[in-house]
């Protein structure tokens, strides 16, 4: 990994800068309620050390929404600002996260990608991650408000 960049917690403060990057992520979907501040704030504040940020220079250039139930994790929003890749952030980014899940003594993370995503699904592929055809994901909206929208 480049010098300079340091990889943490998240915190609350964090999140001008986090929403900022997700916003530059081309094909990255934001929805209007659980992405908002107050929605993010809510996750961290349930999951108070398991999200992480890398930083280069005082800016936030990586981030994970990471979670779990108190049986499995699962990782959200994960990604690295485009002029930041390929240089180990992201794989150090996961692992942060997933000692920090051990901590709290889960023992499975998983996470969803978009299938048009490639460069997400190579990643993943790339530093070990299964992927899954024993399963079918479903979702069922509770509340219309939160709509999704795609950076294009």
């Known amino acids: 990994m480049q010098q300079g960049i340091t990889v943490r917690e ?5 999140y001008a800068q986090v929403h900022e990057l997700w916003t530059t992520i081309r094909g990255f979907g934001l929805r209007s309620i659980d ?13 108070p050390s398991t999200s ?16 779990h139930d108190g ?7 994960v990604c690295v600002h485009e002029k930041f890749r390929k240089q180990g952030i992201g794989k ?4 942060f996260a997933m000692k920090a899940l051990q ?24 530093v070990g991650w299964k992927f899954r055809e024993d399963l079918n994901y479903y979702d069922f909206v509770l509340n219309d408000a939160n709509i999704t929208r795609f950076n294009k």
């Open 103 to 126: 901590k709290e003594r889960i023992n499975v993370v998983s996470l969803i990608a978009f299938r048009d995503n490639e460069v997400g699904n190579q990643f993943w592929k790339r």
């Open 10 to 14: 998240m915190c609350e403060q964090d």
């Open 35 to 47: 992405d908002s501040k107050e929605g993010v704030e809510r996750f961290l504040r349930r999951n």
């Open 92 to 95: 150090e980014m996961a692992v």
């Open 71 to 77: 049986r499995r994790g699962c990782f959200y929003h």
């Open 52 to 67: 992480v940020v890398a930083e280069c220079g005082g800016r936030i250039i990586g981030s994970i929404l990471c979670g």
